[in-house]
């Protein structure tokens, strides 16, 4: 099952359970990501429209129901975009508040090592879910790399790949493996990483299904890279 709003006959089952993900992320985590997990959490269960994928909050009023000043939470959700676990819809101007939306299949994917802690029922129905994009039928001649004996965390790249192995092994097999290193440029504190991929196919789909997800691990695996660039033959 393709990860979806929660809408729908089984939409406050789907609720639960990715509340239940983020619960587990948190309590397994260091004191700082606890913190920032339950904001988020409170953020979700009081003002996020799930059918809409919309948060429309302003930073006074986060801040009030985090009871914290509004410099932290500038800095916490500047952390969750960062994460890649909020995303700016629309970017407030004049005054207005921006519309934000929550990326749960980047939530999954990272909450997933500690979906154990919940109970095996949880993981076997989770594991259900679809976390990579589907393919389009034009894929159906693609041959799946299988490359997991070389991937190795030099460079950037080789950090990069062993990160989204570990994150989903089918999707980085199929779509991320191929990808070859072209160059990564560095300036002013700021890093383009190049790609090539083996087809215009392939850079297309990359481009429009996986960019962020590159993009994310990236700035994980270094904070200054500023973007990821797929190149086509």
């Known amino acids: 099952m393709q990860v979806t709003r929660p809408v729908g006959r089984e939409a406050a089952a789907k609720k639960y359970d990715i509340l239940s993900a983020l619960m587990a992320h948190g309590l397994a985590g260091e004191p700082q990501m606890q913190r920032l997990v339950l904001r988020l959490m409170s953020l979700i269960t009081s003002r996020y429209n799930w059918q809409r994928d919309e948060l429309t909050v302003g930073q006074r009023e986060i801040a009030r129901l985090w009871c914290v000043d509004e410099r932290t939470v500038k800095r916490d959700m500047a952390r969750l975009r960062a994460m890649g676990w909020v995303v700016v819809k629309r970017q407030g101007a004049r005054g207005r508040v921006s519309v934000l939306g929550l990326d749960l299949q980047r939530m999954l994917l990272d909450t997933r090592p500690a979906w154990p802690n ?58 991320l493996a191929p990808l070859t290193e072209i160059a990564e440029e560095a300036g002013q504190g700021a890093t383009v990483l190049h790609l090539a991929a083996p087809s215009r196919f392939h850079a297309t789909y990359v481009r429009t299904h996986l960019l962020a997800r590159l993009q994310i691990a990236a700035r994980r695996c270094d904070p200054s890279v500023q973007t990821v660039r797929i190149e086509g033959p």
């Not at 879910?129 to 991937?151: G, I, Q, W």
């Not at 990160?163 to 980085?172: G, I, N, P, Q, T």
Request: charged share 30%.
């Open 118 to 175: 919940i109970g095996e029922d949880y993981v076997a129905r989770m594991s259900d879910r679809d976390l990579a994009p589907k393919a389009p039928a034009e894929t159906a001649n693609v041959v799946p790399f299988r490359r997991h004996d070389s991937v190795t965390q030099e460079g950037l790249w080789g950090k990069m790949r062993a990160r989204l192995l570990s994150e989903d092994a089918v999707m980085f097999d199929a779509w």
